[in-house]
């Protein structure tokens, strides 16, 4: 650092900044401070930091998939917003409650300074764990209780409602949901329940409901077409709890040459890529993936750093309605 300091002519407060609180840096200054440390191999040395400081200047995350967009966006912003204040993203995937208390027990050990979690459906070692450890946790993609420590998110249950009240509002009477079976995943659960609340409260019935039994991609959307039009053959419009299905459900209908929306409408959830691009484009929900990363950090970085934050934070949702309705 002193190597650092003296070519480029500045203090070592300077340096040290410079890779650690960016923002109180001059860009010039800084700009002029990476040039020399990467000319003269210059590494900060973490370890040492954290045993100074208190603080690793690393903040984790376990998410159970990157190839869902809506989680990917959700470490994009993480990782951006960290980024911004001199923290860097550890990453660990993790797709089970057990996957998870590994996940946990191995990022622990590199002392992160608070840790980011999907969901609230935590076996009770890891809350333990979490617990013992003190650091700051959030919980995304979710707010209901339980809540570890902080959460951030939406009303999931509520956005489904809206679907619901939108399918039937144009006309809808025989409609189906699809999605994952929701007894290890509250978050499936919640979208379930908010959609069979507006079809109950519209006098329909709402246990037209098929689970698929893996994350089987597409391929989920041909096998809820067939298993709902077998329970009820006059179904017209089918949710599902994400776009992945909805779009299968699309696929399969263009092979039987069933018409969407004449024939059945089609909803999703997610508002994943495929959504805008697929043919009728999809009606969805926009679940805003990036600003939950990016008010996660935030919530992690403000507690870290001695500052309050939130309990719960809510991003909100949006109801994206295209020609499949």
Do not use: K
Request: a neutral charge.
């Amino acid at each position: 650092m002193s190597d650092v300091a003296r070519a480029a002519g500045v203090s070592l407060m300077s340096v040290s900044n410079a890779f650690n609180r960016p923002a109180v840096v001059l860009p010039d200054t800084r700009a002029r401070i990476l040039a020399v440390a990467a000319e003269l191999g210059y590494v900060p040395n973490r370890i040492a930091g954290t045993l100074a400081s208190g603080r690793s200047q690393v903040v984790a995350a376990i998410v159970p998939s990157i190839r869902n967009s809506s989680f990917a966006r959700t470490v994009q912003g993480l990782s951006d917003t960290l980024a911004d204040r001199g923290y860097e993203l550890l990453l660990a995937i993790a797709d089970t409650p057990e996957r998870e208390l590994s996940s946990l027990q191995a990022v622990l050990g590199r002392r992160p300074d608070g840790i980011v979690l999907t969901g609230n459906t935590h076996l009770p070692q890891s809350v333990a764990l979490l617990r013992q450890a003190g650091l700051p946790v959030v919980e995304s993609w979710i707010l209901s209780e339980p809540v570890i420590d902080m959460a951030v998110g939406f009303n999931l249950g509520a956005a489904a409602y809206a679907m619901g009240r939108h399918l039937i509002a144009r006309g809808y009477r025989h409609i189906g949901y699809a999605g994952y079976a929701p007894a290890d995943n509250s978050r499936f659960l919640e979208r379930q329940l908010g959609f069979q609340r507006a079809l109950i409260e519209a006098g329909l019935r709402d246990d037209l409901v098929f689970h698929a039994e893996e994350h089987n991609g597409f391929a989920g959307g041909r096998l809820a077409l067939e298993a709902l039009r077998m329970r009820e053959p006059r179904l017209d419009a089918i949710f599902c709890s994400t776009d992945v299905f909805a779009a299968g459900l699309i696929f399969d209908c263009q092979r039987q040459s069933i018409r969407v929306p004449e024939d059945l409408a089609i909803a999703g959830y997610g508002d994943f890529e495929i959504a805008a691009e697929i043919v009728p484009r999809l009606s969805t929900v926009r679940t805003r993936g990036y600003e939950i990363g990016q008010a996660a950090a935030r919530l992690i970085l403000d507690r870290a750093e001695g500052r309050e934050a939130p309990i719960r934070y809510d991003v909100g949702h949006e109801l994206v309605l295209r020609e499949s309705s």
